[in-house]
């Protein structure tokens, strides 16, 4: 079965910074690419960020390119989104998935909230 | 980016009822796209992907039919339980994109 578990979210200080892990199990991680998707309260889903099985393949959305870098560790079969300057639009719950096509899976998100 | 237009936006239909909800892509995507159930507090649940194959585990009623840019979505006998968002995405080309839902109620 597979399985995606993120981890790392929580209440952060405008300008603040968090790193959001996901660990993943179930399948084989180095043949996969991986998504962050998030989505603010009441709001729809928006992928902010993919990275290809090798990491040779790298995007940002423009709403967080320059702040937010993507990454992951095959040998832990983990995903990570390091999260910098962060603004209060960026409050949301934070998806980890797999890949988004015809094998998608999603875990269950972490939330971040970005107050003083 | 491939912009994804879903609609209505909303809808309220009697359980038993016919459900039918359309999204339409900026430009051709083949038949790649998936359908999504949201559920509150919840991840999103996949239920078609390619447009019209029906993951696993998934009730018959959901279906998915379309190609090119125009795309549908039907729930043929609308249950208590299928009270959710639905969200149409599209994986022809990066970055994934999602159209801005569907939410379901019960009349």
């Known amino acids: 079965e597979v399985q995606l578990v993120e981890s790392g979210g929580g209440l952060v200080q405008p300008g603040g910074s968090l790193r959001l892990s996901c660990a993943a199990s179930g399948f084989t991680f180095t043949m996969y690419s991986m998504n962050w998707v998030r989505q603010a309260p009441g709001k729809g889903l928006e992928c902010i960020s993919y990275i290809s099985s090798s990491s040779h393949t790298i995007y940002y959305a423009d709403s967080v390119k320059g702040r937010f870098t993507i990454s992951r560790d095959n040998a832990k079969k983990s995903l990570y989104l390091q999260m910098n300057s962060l603004r209060a639009e960026d409050t949301a719950v934070y998806y980890c998935?797999?890949?988004?096509?015809?094998?998608?899976?999603w875990g269950q998100g972490t939330l971040v909230t970005v107050s003083s | 980016d491939i912009q994804m237009t879903q609609s209505p936006s909303s809808l309220s239909a009697s359980v038993g009822d016919r459900v039918t909800i359309t999204c339409q892509a900026s430009?051709?995507?083949?038949?790649?796209l998936n359908w999504y159930q949201q559920k509150p507090g919840k991840a999103p649940k996949l239920l078609i992907f390619?447009?019209?194959d029906l993951e696993t585990g998934v009730p018959s009623r959901f279906s998915g039919s379309g190609s090119g840019t125009d795309f549908t979505f039907t729930i043929s006998s609308l249950q208590p339980e299928d009270i959710a968002t639905y969200y149409c995405?599209?994986?022809?080309?990066?970055?994934?994109?999602f159209g801005g839902g569907t939410k379901v109620e019960i009349k």
């Open positions: 995405q599209q994986y022809h080309a990066l970055p994934a994109t």
């Open positions: 390619a447009a019209s």
């Open positions: 998935t797999r890949d988004l096509d015809y094998e998608a899976s």
């Open positions: 430009q051709d995507i083949i038949n790649y």
